[in-house]
């Protein structure tokens, strides 16, 4: 493998790097919200310069093991950014708990290893970055501290461990079909390698990306995960990791690595896997009572959508990059809403039921919601539905149309799981008895009432960002858009 | 692709045994036999339909499985199978041996409750000594060789409640590691110098390599096949290695895998042609331990320990043949060897059997209560001590001719190891056969079922003698005896027996004489010259020192994150505790069944 590094893959992450560093010494020092500071400024700066090479760059080049250029190096970004919103808006607990630095410390490094995993060219890279983020996954599943987190990260740990396993023996079929770690190197010798070890080799790979990213029947530390373990660090596990596996994805099956004749059956297989998570997330939304998992089972749907994009072909690389961006918006904004929510009703058990009636309450934080939400199901006007419209084109073109009327209609059912939170805030009784405890908490223990600090604000910045992207294409057209995230 | 079929079919078995478990294994370990009956008629049928070949090279094309892997711009490595004369000659060994062992185990281990995984491990054992004989690259062999060395680690091992087994597995594993690591370096600097891995390739391009790499590559060779053939200073892992059934150290530790050192350096001889240095070094080094291994195996008491010891001695023959260049007499003697050691071993596993104690002064007087074993027991240290006409009088020819004619000093000095060869059989058979019983209980002949193996093997050392001339005709070499050194050896053996004989008549009591009249030179044998000791106190004290750097470094360097590491585990610990539901591992055999499933789908829709 080639070490040399361009600018647009070095700056930001040495960015984050020297933030992390700096931020434990911090803490090492006692100063624990400084260093929590520290941290988020650094993932705000990398996000800053990368943005900068994004726009000022050329689009998509390879200088050694990494992609840059346009979406290789504006989608990391995103990861920053929204990593960097996830510490802001977990500063209390950040800058509170004994590990809080250390838990931010892994977000931000978090990101860095998506950045690595979505730039991407070489196996040894991929394999790296694939492990490390598990790692920084496991550790914040653990860190919320209570002993249902622990629970579930040991679980999730246990999945992982087995899906190591395949990665190894995957990327060790790779290795010897294919002669390189480099995935262009690789790809063209696994082009006139035998068939079936071949094929081998890609269903293990695959297996492995769809146990990262949650699609089915690898899903299940999913919804698990993000109930167990607290709001803002599920907000970036559910954003920055996901944008980063998709794109990989991408560019291992549609450019590099599986990109020959031999794996034609890559399509079925990823539609399989899609239909799976689309309608397993889909109408696993229906049944949730608590807000997280039914988040987790979006997730699930949500991937099952980016990897139709991916089985459509050359047609859905657009549509598989421009979906899974704007969901991991929506679903950092979505769990930092939460976050938010706690702050409001600090007694909320993270029950459906508990939202009730809290558009009386905080109605700026509700609308916020309900646009993330909103955006999600796919609403025109919204981010969301630009995502979910590509798709759709994507999968008509190359010709999937049954595909595409199945996707609709997991977008119809997931619209009940989506509402139903919408439903909670708005229409619910709000003579509910969490609502009750919380007034009189409200009431007496803090007079002047908690109006969500930093989570709210962050929520709110982000609700209109999903707006305005969901709204500028009408006046702008998507040309901007495409430009700077365009793989 | 009959090669194959000799490797996949065993470990179908092993695990068809294994699976089946507990219950069914009075049906189930008679399947252990399929393994071996593979490999004896494939063996044979080869051997029989061979065309003289000379050094075949393990190339004989017509049964190879071939195929390419980790195809490089460098090259590529290939991994096959083929059944060439060598081969053919190892596997019919292996089958044989194992047939036996088989055999014989099913009355030797009737009582035992985990019979289940030792027949599924033999069966894996197998399986692993065929691949290992009938790869036609280093890379293939080498994983075989890995193979059989967890098989043996696990038999050892295998009453593993016992600490002083589990300690002789982990040290069995150990030693053989450090060849392990030679051999694995040998394999990296051919990969370099000549970007080929087969065997055949490896030796065609041989003659072109500068001679110092030539002897590297030969002396590395050589240090695997030390350790696994335990030649001095790696041998001290075998007399330990005891402590699994009998009836595995006649198969592992007696015929097959501590003889695939002699076979790796005969499959690899045109190599050594080549390099006057590295075959001086094996030939010093075999006559050494040729020596000294039987200088140990006088003074041991334990029954067993005086076979390892025994054994090590006659592997060193086999180096010191190889030294010279006469690979076919070290075959030979491999085969004879082979034949009846496992015939000793099996027998000592009737005896312990019968007589319930395996040390030597606690027996005495079997010859009444155990007529077939001692018959056969005879016939084994008569083959051993080399006495004519049986099988180890041509073979042990073979190698001292070849060794005297080379250099007259080594000769000398196997001619004084065969007659101490000749003195502890007789003391051996002494000890245990004639006078009266010493120990406590009735001793009793063992079922038909273990002693008819001993038969067949019994049989095999009295006549493979006359396969020397086949032998010649096989592999080139010349055949027949060498007179002046079969007269020699002959008169030396049958002094030293008969003077062993009227000396231990005495029974344990010409032990203690001899320590008398000896004094510190039989003490320094019957501790092994102490080498075993020197080497644990030595890796004691390596383990010492690095252990104290370690702590320092620990406590002064990394302290925080070793204590934090620490934490994680008992942390990790305690939950994988109280995680009672059993959702993890559920969830986790999901992952797994996802990826079978999708793989089968892959594979289904690329058809």
């Known amino acids: 493998m080639d070490l040399m590094l361009p600018a647009a893959v070095w700056v930001p992450a040495a960015l984050v790097a020297g933030a992390v560093a700096l931020g434990l010494v911090a803490d090492g020092f006692g100063r624990r919200p400084a260093a929590v500071g520290i941290i988020a400024l650094g993932l705000l700066g990398a996000a800053a310069a990368g943005f900068y090479y994004a726009i000022t760059g050329e689009a998509g080049v390879a200088v050694g093991s990494f992609a840059s250029g346009a979406g290789f190096t504006s989608l990391p970004s995103v990861g920053y950014v929204l990593a960097g919103f996830a510490v802001v808006a977990g500063y209390r607990r950040y800058a509170t708990w004994d590990r809080g630095p250390a838990m931010a410390g892994l977000v931000a490094l978090g990101a860095l290893f998506a950045h690595a995993l979505l730039a991407s060219l070489d196996i040894v890279v991929l394999f790296v970055s694939l492990a490390g983020l598990a790692i920084v996954g496991y550790s914040l599943v653990a860190g919320a501290g209570t002993r249902e987190a622990e629970e579930s990260a040991i679980r999730y740990f246990v999945q992982g461990a087995v899906a190591t396993g395949l990665t190894v023996y995957g990327f060790a079929l790779v290795l010897g079909l294919g002669g390189s770690t480099s995935y ?11 068939a079936r070890p071949a ?25 698990d995960a993000y109930d167990r373990a607290d709001a803002p660090s599920v907000a970036f596990l559910a954003s920055a990791p996901k944008i980063a596996g998709v794109v990989a994805l991408l560019v291992i099956v549609r450019g590099t690595l599986f990109e020959s004749g031999v794996f034609a059956p890559a399509s079925q297989l ?24 039914l988040l987790g089972y979006s997730a699930i749907a949500q991937i099952g959508y980016a990897l139709l994009a991916i089985a459509a072909g050359d047609a859905g690389v657009r549509a598989a990059s421009i979906l899974v961006l704007t969901y ?6 979505a769990f930092i809403a939460l976050e938010a929510v706690q702050r409001v009703r600090p007694a909320w058990d993270g029950s459906l039921e508990g939202l009730a009636g809290l558009s009386r309450h905080a109605p700026l934080l509700s609308g916020a919601l309900a646009a993330i939400m909103l955006s999600l199901t796919g609403i025109p006007l919204l981010a969301g539905f630009w995502g979910k419209l590509y798709v759709f084109i994507a999968l008509v073109d190359s010709g999937m149309v049954w595909l595409a009327i199945g996707a609709g209609v997991a977008a119809v059912v997931s619209f009940g799981g989506y509402g139903s939170v919408i439903k909670a805030m708005y229409f619910g009784p709000d003579n509910d008895v969490t609502a009750e405890a919380m007034q009189e908490a409200d009431t007496e223990t803090s007079p002047e009432g908690e109006r969500g600090g930093s989570p709210l604000a962050v929520t709110v910045v982000l609700a209109l960002i999903i707006i305005s992207l969901g709204a500028a294409p009408l006046v702008l057209g998507l040309g901007p858009v495409f430009s700077l995230f365009s793989l | 692709m009959t090669a194959l079929w000799l490797v996949v ?18 049906f189930t370990r008679w399947l252990a036999l399929i393994g071996p009956a593979l490999a004896t008629f494939a063996g044979i049928q080869a051997l029989l339909s061979a065309e003289p070949a000379g050094h075949g090279g393990a190339a004989a094309e017509a049964t190879s499985v071939a195929a390419d892997w980790l195809s490089a711009a460098s090259g590529s490595i290939e991994i096959g199978l083929a059944i060439d004369p060598l081969a053919a000659v190892m596997l019919a060994v292996v089958g044989v041996v194992a047939g036996m062992v088989v055999i014989f185990s099913v009355g030797y281990m009737a009582e035992d409750r985990s019979q289940a995984r030792y027949f599924a491990l033999l069966s894996a054992f197998t399986a692993a000594m065929s691949m290992l004989v009938l790869s036609t690259s280093l890379v293939g062999l080498f994983v075989a060789w890995e193979l059989v060395g967890a098989c043996s680690y696990l038999l050892i091992g295998f009453w593993f409640t016992k600490p002083s087994a589990a300690r002789a597995a982990i040290k069995a594993f150990l030693v053989t590691r450090i060849g392990d690591v030679g051999l694995l370096l040998a394999l990296a600097l051919l990969w370099r110098e000549t970007g080929a891995l087969s065997i055949s390739g490896v030796l065609e391009a041989a003659p072109a390599l500068a001679p110092a790499t030539v002897t590297t590559v030969a002396l590395l060779l050589f240090v695997g096949a030390a350790g696994k053939s335990a030649q001095f200073p790696l041998h001290i892992w075998l007399p330990d290695a005891m402590e699994g059934p009998t009836p595995v150290s006649a198969l592992i530790h007696a015929a097959t895998m501590v003889a695939a050192g002699v076979f790796l350096l005969a499959r690899m001889a045109p190599l050594f042609d080549l390099s006057e240095t590295a075959r001086l070094v094996v030939l010093v080094i075999g006559t050494v331990t040729a020596l000294g291994a039987a200088t140990v195996a006088v003074t041991q008491t334990d029954i067993k320990r005086v076979l390892a010891y025994s054994t090590i001695s006659q592997l060193g023959f086999m180096f010191a043949a190889l030294g010279t260049g006469a690979w076919v007499a070290a075959m030979f003697h491999l085969v004879t060897h082979a034949a009846f050691k496992s015939l000793l071993f099996l027998a000592s596993g009737s005896v312990i059997h019968g007589s319930g104690t395996q040390d030597l002064r606690e027996m005495g007087g079997l010859g009444k209560a155990m007529p077939v074993t001692t018959v056969t027991w005879a016939i084994g240290v008569a083959a051993l001590a080399g006495l004519p006409p049986l099988a180890g009088f041509f073979s042990k020819d073979a190698v001292i001719d070849a060794v005297w004619m080379h250099a007259p000093v080594a000769g000398v000095a196997l001619f004084v190891a065969s007659a101490l060869t000749a003195l502890y059989a007789a003391r051996a058979t002494r000890l245990a056969f004639t006078g009266e019983f010493r120990g406590t209980g009735h001793p009793h002949e063992s079922p038909v079922v273990m002693t008819a193996p001993l038969v067949v093997l019994a049989t095999a050392a009295v006549t493979l003698g006359a396969a020397s001339w086949w032998f010649a005709d096989l592999f080139g070499g010349h055949a027949g005896l060498a007179l002046p050194v079969a007269v020699a050896s002959t008169v ?6 008969l003077a062993g004989w009227r000396l231990f008549g005495a029974g344990p009591a010409a032990d203690e004489r001899l320590a008398d009249a000896l004094g510190g030179l039989w003490r320094a044998a019957r501790s092994a010259y102490g080498i ?13 020192a690095s252990a104290t750097i370690a702590e320092r470094f620990d406590r002064r360097i990394v302290d925080g994150a ?46």
């Not at chain 1, 094929?199 to 899903?219: E, I």
């Open chain 1, 184 to 194: 262009l190197e690789a790809g063209a010798a696994l082009g006139g390698a035998a």
């Open chain 1, 199 to 223: 094929l081998v080799a890609l269903g293990l790979v695959l297996s492995v990306f769809a146990f990262k990213l949650g699609a089915f029947p690898f899903h299940a530390w999913v919804p």
């Open chain 1, 270 to 293: 990823l539609s399989a896997l899609a239909i799976g998570s689309l309608l397993f997330g889909s109408f696993g939304m229906l049944r949730q009572t608590r807000v997280a998992r």
């Open chain 1, 328 to 333: 991991a918006i929506g679903a950092a904004g």
């Open chain 2, 9 to 26: 079919v065993p470990v179908v078995v092993a695990l068809v045994i294994a699976a089946a478990g507990r219950r069914p294994v009075g």
């Open chain 2, 492 to 497: 030396i053996a049958v002094v030293a027996a």
């Open chain 2, 532 to 544: 075993d000791t020197l080497a644990m106190r030595a890796a004691a004290g390596i383990e010492r």
């Open chain 2, 562 to 607: 070793v204590n934090g590491v620490a934490w994680l585990a008992r942390r990790i610990g305690r939950e994988f505790n109280e995680l009672q539901s059993g959702e993890g591992q559920l969830y986790a055999a999901l992952v797994g069944a996802g990826a079978v499933l999708l793989v089968s789908l892959a594979l289904w829709l690329g058809r």
